[in-house]
């Protein structure tokens, strides 16, 4: 008892310490305060005993597996040497040059070569020798394994003490165990400590372990891999049997929208979806193989989704078959790795507007222009339509069908899904030019200061707008309390940078939980006048434009219509239109007419469950089942989701096409989980691994904008001073469509759905004079970021 009343006593000094703190005068969503409960103070107290307690137990517990671990690695590591060499040339007999020249010459033969274009590109493409040694060393870990879990000595080792099958599993698992967290070091990687700027790349960030979270880095996994043989192939049910029909999954369980049913939400606007969906550009993007997947097909890389008996919205249309392709297998440093199947996240994983400046120094030179702003297109018709992105690369797939009306290039290759999307990346472009424009009138900086001082900006601003504006509509104050993910106020820097905590984006995150966005998609989007975005319709004029429909995907026409008010009527479209309840349902844009090329239409729905059951992701019961997420009820059967509190409906539906609950997958499971009683949009699985993702993109991240200067960590000269993080925090997303859009009233909060406009003007103003000078009147922790003699020594990088 003693302990809780000194946990509790502890707490509520910590409470009444952050009530001081000036965070309330700049909250800005002033109708979602940090407020707590008394139940939330009574979860606190216990959570605080038991994490004491635990923690003990813990740490002597990891230390004897430690020492056990490294005993039984040495042993395996013997016998793994002596099997290698065997099991290679095995793998390179199955898979030789000739499976290369094999696979380029049927995708030479592809009649539909463009059905994955819009979200895969030339970058993701893995290079047909990568793939191949990739496979290679896929086949020869595979042999290996297997034969080291035939030796008794092994098995005695890994204590497994069960019997057939389940012992092959189980010595798996364990091996995979002990070498599945070694992380790859690339020693030809050169880190300057002294750099003030993020490489394009992502290198360095970790100065301990430079590759962690760059270009090329595998995604994580918050539980052990889920293949159906522990190494490579797709999950299987409970019964070691296939998965139902993802199709099947997608109409049975979630429904369609033919009928155009599904409700709006109350809270988000369009806009939402689209900075969600830009956001996930930033962080993540899986390597793909080129595997033509037209049937017929036995290709194992081809996963591709039979249409169901009687499913009349595709065989009607003569779609018989949903081409798909399993994401290629990372190659590791090492051949014959004992690790299962891994995938390159081939961008940099930081929110560091890689999507905007790429993920490579190549990709910058494409997109710079010679005066540290960014290239740009001015439409060739000479209409005031304000300035574009560059026009994407000759032999790039693009559905405009006039030469006029280019795609568009940008620092992600998916910038052409679509339409609101390719808004939101021209935004981002005419920012940065008008910050890098002021910096050019106003400073004696060269260029490559210019760029890279802007750049920094940019980046700022997304984490600004992603943690302080998007993220708290989505997750709860406890979820993003609980994982750190509320932001410092007024001038207060962030102490909580931990090069120990690894950025990457999982699995999950990729494959499911971060793709909840894909409920928010509407069938439309809808494009407004003035007047009609002002709900000011007494006045003599053409309230909308023609809608643009979502299922037009990649078609970039509709961005040059002057007539039907350009970008600026699309993003008053965003800015009213109301997003769609994330309920579980979704567009039939999505679901039924995605149109990914010529002659080819899918289901994402089905995709989606498709690609995490090829990604070895887990099913939905062990991530609602996570200590991570402390979640209650835990969900064991069927009747356990009524308990957590499904609709009693979709728990038939999913009765209808799982065996068993164990089997049903995540992306369908957190879809359909209730919202949390504490708030948010989302149910408590999908907030817990989204809000996990997001925790470490900003612990792990050396360049996070809120970082404390600190010699020791290598951030005394990557920070930010107090007088330059006060005006980051005065961005919004909507004082940006205000400096780079012709609409003169704006929501005072772009994502919050509102009738009431407010003029730009009265919006908070960020003042970039700041940014010249490391002068800052406010007393800071260091003398390299606050410096009263004013000296401008940014400590630039050594090339500048």
């Not at 463009?114 to 993701?124: D, T």
């Not at 009349?312 to 297998?329: G, Q, S, T, V």
């Not at 690369?393 to 009306?405: A, E, K």
């Amino acid at each position: 008892m003693l302990g809780r009343i000194h946990g509790g006593l502890v707490f509520l000094l910590i409470l009444a310490l952050g009530m001081t703190s000036s965070y309330i005068i700049d909250d800005p969503y002033p109708s979602n305060k940090e407020e707590e409960t008394l139940e939330d103070m009574t979860d606190e107290m216990t959570k605080l005993d038991e994490l004491s307690v635990r923690g003990i137990d813990k740490k002597r517990e990891q230390q004897l597996k430690k020492r056990d671990d490294q005993a039984v690695r040495r042993q395996i590591e013997t016998k793994a040497v002596l099997l290698q060499k065997t099991c290679l040339l095995e793998a390179i007999q199955k898979f030789g040059a000739s499976k290369l020249q094999k696979k380029e010459k049927r995708q030479k033969l592809a009649l539909r070569k463009f059905y994955q274009a819009l979200q895969h590109g030339k970058k993701s493409l893995q290079p047909g020798k990568v793939w191949l040694e990739a496979k290679q060393s896929e086949q020869c870990t595979i042999c290996v394994i297997e034969k080291l879990c035939e030796d008794q000595g092994i098995l005695t080792a890994l204590r497994v003490t069960s019997s057939g099958e389940e012992r092959l599993k189980e010595c798996k698992l364990r091996i995979f165990d002990i070498f599945e967290k070694d992380e790859s070091h690339d020693d030809n990687i050169t880190c300057n400590e002294n750099a003030r700027f993020r490489t394009a790349d992502g290198t360095c960030n970790n100065l301990k372990n430079p590759g962690r979270g760059s270009a090329g880095d595998q995604f994580l996994r918050l539980v052990p891999n889920a293949y159906g043989d522990c190494v490579s192939s797709l999950r299987t049910t409970k019964e070691g049997e296939e998965l139902p029909n993802p199709r099947e999954v997608s109409f049975e369980v979630h429904g369609s929208n033919a009928d155009r049913t599904n409700p709006d939400s109350q809270l988000l606007t369009h806009l939402s979806m689209n900075w969600g969906q830009f956001m996930d550009h930033d962080v993540t993007l899986a390597e793909f193989p080129g595997i033509n997947c037209e049937p017929p097909t036995e290709d194992p890389e081809c996963i591709n989704i039979e249409i169901p008996e009687g499913d009349r919205i595709f065989l009607d249309r003569d779609i018989h078959e949903i081409e798909m392709e399993r994401d290629a297998p990372h190659k590791p440093e090492k051949l014959c790795r004992l690790a299962p199947r891994g995938h390159s996240n081939v961008i940099t994983a930081y929110i560091d507007a890689s999507n905007v400046y790429g993920s490579s120094e190549e990709e910058e030179a494409l997109l710079r222009a010679p005066d540290g702003l960014m290239k740009i297109m001015k439409p060739v018709q000479g209409c005031p339509l304000g300035d574009f992105l560059p026009a994407a690369q000759p032999g790039t797939f693009c559905p405009s069908l006039d030469d006029n009306t280019p795609c568009f290039l940008a620092g992600d290759e998916r910038v052409n899904e679509n339409q609101g999307l390719m808004s939101v990346h021209t935004l981002l472009i005419r920012e940065h030019n008008r910050i890098a424009t002021f910096f050019g009138k106003k400073t004696l900086w060269g260029p490559e200061r210019i760029y890279q001082e802007t750049r920094r900006i940019i980046g700022a601003y997304l984490q600004r707008i992603t943690y302080a504006e998007f993220l708290p509509l989505i997750l709860s104050t406890r979820t993003r309390r609980d994982f750190d993910l509320i932001l410092e106020r007024g001038t207060n820097y962030f102490e909580g940078y931990d090069p120990e905590v690894h950025p990457q984006i999982t699995q999950v995150f990729s494959t499911a939980a971060y793709r909840f966005g894909h409920s928010l998609v509407q069938e439309e989007f809808r494009r407004f006048t003035q007047d009609g975005f002002e709900h000011n319709c007494g006045k003599n004029s053409k309230a909308e434009f023609p809608d643009i429909p979502v299922k037009t995907f990649g078609d970039p026409t509709f961005l040059y219509q002057l007539c039907n008010g350009g970008l600026n009527s699309i993003f008053r479209g965003l800015m009213k239109d109301p997003a769609a309840k994330v309920d579980g349902r979704f567009s039939s844009a999505v679901q039924e007419q995605l149109r990914r090329g010529a002659g080819d239409t899918s289901d994402l729905i089905a995709l989606n469950n498709n690609r995490g059951r090829e990604r070895g992701v887990a099913g939905y019961t062990v991530y609602r089942n996570l200590d991570l997420c402390n979640i209650q009820p835990k969900v064991n059967s069927f009747g356990d989701l009524l308990k957590a509190g499904f609709d009693p409906k979709d728990v038939q539906n999913l009765k209808k096409v799982y065996k068993h609950v164990e089997d049903i997958d995540v992306f369908t499971g957190a879809m359909l989980e209730p919202d949390m009683v504490s708030g948010g949009l989302l149910g408590p699985t999908a907030q817990c691994l989204i809000a996990n993702g997001f925790q470490r993109l900003r612990l792990g991240d050396r360049f996070w904008h809120e970082n404390a200067p600190n010699e020791t960590l290598n951030t005394d000269r990557t920070a930010f001073t107090r007088c330059q993080l006060r005006e980051i925090r005065k961005i919004r997303i909507s004082k940006i469509i205000c400096d780079n859009m012709d609409i003169p009233s704006v929501p005072r909060f772009g994502f919050i759905q509102s009738k009431v406009r407010v003029p730009c003007e009265k919006l908070p103003e960020v003042d970039l004079e700041v940014f010249t000078t490391n002068r800052c009147n406010i007393p800071a922790r260091s003398d390299s970021v606050s410096n009263d003699a004013g000296v401008d020594d940014y400590h630039l990088n050594d090339e500048l």
